[in-house]
């Protein structure tokens, strides 16, 4: 089986994103742009991932500690996409099979995507196979030229273009798999002849295609996959598209979204059948929520809460790091954090954890069957048996229910 590798660039210093942060730490939908494509890559099959980064390294390493399939590869000064490529050298030099290169600011990735790319370069036997797009608007990206039989002829980056390449809407979307031999002979061989004085990735295929090997092009990416986040703006509107995509997959597995356009759920997020969110919903981190809930409106859900079947979240209701069992009802201005609900508890209007003691995070246990009536606030840490019914506008403490327990013991 042919040995494949990838190579993905994260490196650039980004000035056009503004930022103190490498540019592939960015999130969309809740997830690092760089985990997108590392899925990707994994999911198309590959042994080993060689992450090309400079700008904000610890960083970067820190926020994927732990995944061992990455190199890391260090590219001190960023001369181009060519030269972040021939950093990886020393580990790639005597690799002999495929080399996917990628850029780490493309998480709209799909590995459908690359596996078709794979696909081809096999069939066709080529030094070199990459995917491009066509879009309606082209500006920003590498533009593909080919000759009068559709044969790729080498891409020019749009600051090189003339007027008449400017409007070619074919681009590049950097999706490419090398030869892993011909690809270091040719970047090597790259010279910075453009107005940026960089060493491009895309002037190794005009080398490639000069040495006589065969390049071949298929048009593959769809529009809304090729994008590259360079700006704010586009990390906005990478936003927009992952959004869609994560809600028309939940709303095939079965999730009703009333109102997709004002609704936001987080990749990680998990939601089972026949639960239905309601407008101006907010699901960030890693949520769970079982079958047939309702959430919604202006609900807001974070990280670790996990909702069990046929739960009732409503408006101005905030989750954080709380299971809820099955049939809990909490309709009306609720905060619950740190808690473990037991099942069918219903949360009157206005309640809460006070989870906070100005130190320390405390966590709140509430049994099965209990009835917490409106505006009560439970100060954790803080244990409510099964059963226990607290009255509207309690405040209550552990030492309020111990004292109440042992006068009850009294009796
Ligand atoms: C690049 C392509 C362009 C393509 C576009 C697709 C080149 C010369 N141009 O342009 O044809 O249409 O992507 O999105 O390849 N990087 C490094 N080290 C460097 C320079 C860049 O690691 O020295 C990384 C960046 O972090 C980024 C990626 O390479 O993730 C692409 O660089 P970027 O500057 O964003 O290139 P574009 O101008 O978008
Ligand atoms: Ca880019």
Known sequence: MTKRVAIVLAAGVSRRMNTQMAKVLHEVCGRPMLAYVLDACREA???KIYVVVGYGIERVQEGFAGAEDVVWVQQDEQRGTAHAVLC?????????GETLVLCGDGPLIRAKTLKTLIEKHKAGQSAVTLATAILDDPTGYGRIIRDAYGNIQGIVEETDCTSEQRGICEVNPSYYLFNNRILFEAVEKVKPDNVKKEYYLTDALSVIIAT??????????RPEEAMGVNSRVELAEANKIMQRRIQRELMSNGVTIVDPENTWIDIRAEIGQDTVIEPF???HGVVKI?????????????????LEDDVVL??????????????VRARHHSYIGDAAVGQNVNIGAGSITANF???????????????IGSGAVLIAPLEIQDGSHIGAGKVVSQEDINR???GRRAQ
């Open 45 to 47: 099959g590959v042994d």
């Open 88 to 96: 990886c050298k020393e580990h790639l030099k005597d690799f002999e």
């Open 212 to 221: 006589g090997h065969k390049v071949v092009a298929i048009t593959a990416v």
């Open 281 to 283: 919903t907010y699901i």
């Open 290 to 306: 079982g079958r047939g809930c309702r959430v919604g409106p202006f609900a807001y859900l974070r990280d670790g809460t996990v």
């Open 314 to 327: 409503g408006v101005f209701t905030e989750v954080k790091n709380s299971t809820l069992g099955k049939s």
């Open 357 to 371: 003691d100005g130190e320390k995070v405390n966590r709140t246990t509430i049994g099965d069957n209990c009835y």
């Open 404 to 406: 109440f327990r042992k």
